[in-house]
């Protein structure tokens, strides 16, 4: 079944503690993303990958890292979380330019405090 | 200003009627794809919908259509025949052309909250 898989899908921690939200697509997809929920603001792109080491700023990057060391793995890590980094995160995937469908994961409920 | 626009925060339908949901998008690429996603209380996001900027045809998918206007840059989700099950969240995205697009980065509207009633 073609699915992005993301985990946790809930996760609580305190803040300045590193954490990973691992990110894993079985479509071979190049392009995967980041995403945040607010309420009130719909979702917000963090970071973005377009294929394996390439991967660059979206609109909301402050506090987040990525890496994409295989293609079908994009890790988002939080270095030192803030309780302004409490949200709901999505991760996604989709193949090539102009793509007319985008693969998203389950998402992770992250609560920093 | 609002790439994506949806003024509907909330919406009330009777179960087995139609429903539209707005949405009205802003870009100055001629190349641009817009979806529809439906987020229930349980938090995924399912893809409904797909219209292209060049397709002629409005976008069908079972129950759900999309009403593309393209001179009045609207987008609007019709769901005919609604059933309680389609209580949730309603996404209004915008993919913009460009060499990359931000890797296919889509921008969200708001949301419209649909609530189905007996």
Not at chain 1, 32 to 54: H, K
Not at chain 2, 8 to 17: I, L, R, S
Not at chain 2, 90 to 98: H, I, L, N, Q, T
Request: charged letters at 20%; proline letters at 3%; glycine letters at 10%.
């Amino acid at each position: 079944e073609a699915q992005v898989t993301q985990n946790p899908r809930y996760l609580i921690t305190v803040t300045g503690k590193k954490l990973t939200v691992t990110c894993s697509q079985n479509m071979n997809h190049e392009y995967m993303s980041w995403y945040r929920q607010d309420p009130g603001l719909g979702l917000r792109q963090i970071y973005y990958s377009m294929n394996v080491e390439v991967t660059d700023k979206g609109d909301v990057p402050e506090g987040y890292k990525v890496s994409r060391k295989e293609k079908r793995n994009f890790p988002l890590i939080l270095e030192s979380p803030s309780p302004n980094q409490t949200s709901l995160y999505f991760c996604a995937s989709s193949f090539g330019q102009r793509t007319t469908e985008a693969f998203f994961g389950q998402g992770t409920r992250l609560t920093v405090v | 200003a609002q790439k994506i626009t949806q003024t509907q925060p909330g919406m009330f339908v009777q179960e087995k009627e139609a429903v539209t949901l707005d949405c009205t998008y802003d870009t100055s690429d001629q190349s641009y794809g817009l979806f529809w996603y439906k987020q229930p209380s349980s938090g995924e996001m399912i893809f409904l919908i797909y219209q292209g900027s060049y397709d002629e045809q409005n976008a069908t998918e079972g129950r759900y259509s999309l009403n593309f206007q393209k001179a009045r840059k609207s987008a609007n989700l019709v769901i005919s025949a609604s059933q309680l099950g389609d209580s949730a969240m309603y996404f209004c995205a915008m993919r913009e052309g460009g060499l990359t697009g931000g890797g296919n980065k889509l921008t969200f509207g708001t949301g419209t909250q649909l609530k189905v009633e007996l």
